[in-house]
């Protein structure tokens, strides 16, 4: 069977297992939750030309609005109704769904703003996937497509909140901006986590979102350059390293002295995250770092050196390979093709598990390490759904936005 069958085959026996799973889990969030496997459903359905798993799709979002009126009040971008609420209004962006989103999706604006006050006093604060950066990765693509004037002046006034909230909050020096968080609480350890998933790199990212709009660039510019001057201070310049940054910095200044090859944690990330905002900047030092970056890593094909063991895209093969290949749509630079290509290939040779839907499993790590059944779209079989459709469709995708790519 060739790739391409293959890779169809694999899609229709993730459609299936999804919609018998999905009740499986009380999450409702993009990453985490129901959201995540609709939005599989709906580019599934508009891939096949085939009203089916829309159907699915809009039963799953059906079953969401309903836990919300029945009571669901769990607020995060991962697993709660802020990634349910992006989820909404992107399916309606892409015309994959058709609902009044400011009618619906207004009643949520209270709740998530008083989310925001609730979690101030925590220190990860500003944590993309379960902090506040999710929550106002929300109110941006609210305050991007809402056809209202007056909730978009509500929208740009809590945006506007949260960029003061950064800025008060950021730790300035040598004319950089950092941000502390907890990287191990149980060892009440803390400094500064350079992760997309967790740390500074995501609030780059967050960032140089908003600076693409005229009424945050100015109030974002300086704070994106000192931001991304601290994570460059820490690239390394070992060529005998595999890897050129650190996952993160403690308070002491000491880098970690790993990072894996993944989207969440590492270099993948960071340069991605350093080309968007070399774009938006129009500054050419910091779309060559990321092309530098994206090259060297580019030679990390030891799958143990690398820390990748199931095809997942939160640290698995398919995050990497739809890392490559949006990448390489964006620099025409044949190397991330060709990376892309074998990180596609790694994926496929994983799908060996009989318990596992279309053959994948989620390693787990931690005190009880193994293999599990995992769903959704972060770890599990829903994500690479999403990146196998991708890699297939003759079409653009936007479900990506959902991990800060794209």
């Not at 400094?191 to 600076?211: P, Q």
């Amino acid at each position: 069977m060739n790739q391409e069958k293959l890779l169809l085959q694999k899609l229709e026996e993730i459609s299936s297992a999804l919609q018998q799973e999905y009740q499986n889990t009380n999450e409702m969030g993009v990453l985490s939750g129901r959201a995540g496997i609709a939005l599989f459903q709906f580019y599934y359905s508009k891939f096949l030309q085939d009203e089916k798993p829309a159907d699915v799709g809009v039963e799953i979002l059906s079953s969401i609005i309903e836990a919300i009126n029945n009571g669901y009040n769990f607020h995060t971008y991962c697993s709660g109704i802020a990634g349910a609420g992006w989820v909404i209004d992107l399916l309606q962006e892409e015309d994959l769904i058709d609902l009044d989103c400011d009618e619906l999706l207004s009643t949520l604006d209270g709740f998530l703003v008083q989310s925001i006050k609730h979690m101030q006093d925590d220190q990860n604060f500003f944590d993309f996937l379960h902090g506040v950066l999710g929550v106002g990765y929300y109110f941006l693509k609210r305050y991007t497509n809402t056809k209202s004037n007056e909730l978009r002046r509500q929208y740009e006034e809590i945006i506007n909140d949260i960029i003061v909230l950064l800025q008060d909050r950021s730790d300035i020096e040598d004319d950089t901006a950092k941000w502390e968080s907890y990287l191990i609480r149980e060892e009440d350890l803390k400094g500064y986590n350079l992760s997309l998933a967790h740390g500074n790199t995501s609030i780059i990212n967050f960032l140089s979102r908003l600076a693409a709009h005229d009424a945050f660039k100015d109030k974002v510019e300086m704070l994106l350059h000192q931001s991304v001057r601290y994570i460059l201070g820490f690239k390394n310049e070992d060529r005998y390293k595999t890897y050129s940054f650190p996952s993160w910095v403690t308070t002491n200044n000491d880098p970690s002295d790993s990072s894996r090859l993944a989207w969440c944690y590492g270099d993948l990330g960071i340069a991605m995250t350093l080309w968007r905002a070399g774009k938006q900047l129009d500054t050419t030092e910091y779309k060559d770092v990321a092309l530098q970056v994206l090259r060297h890593a580019a030679k990390r094909k030891d799958l143990e050196e690398a820390g990748v063991k199931d095809a997942g895209l939160c640290h698995g093969a398919l995050g990497i390979m739809h890392i490559y290949t949006y990448m390489y749509k964006e620099s025409s630079e044949p190397l991330f093709k060709e990376t892309a290509e074998y990180w596609m290939d790694q994926a496929l040779n994983m799908s060996v598990h009989a318990t596992g839907h279309a053959g994948y499993l989620k390693w787990q790590g931690g005190d009880n390490p193994g293999w599990v059944q995992e769903i959704n779209l972060l770890e599990g079989t829903a994500g690479i759904g999403l990146s196998i459709l991708s890699y297939l469709a003759p079409f653009e995708t936007k479900w990506d936005q959902c991990l800060l790519i794209g």
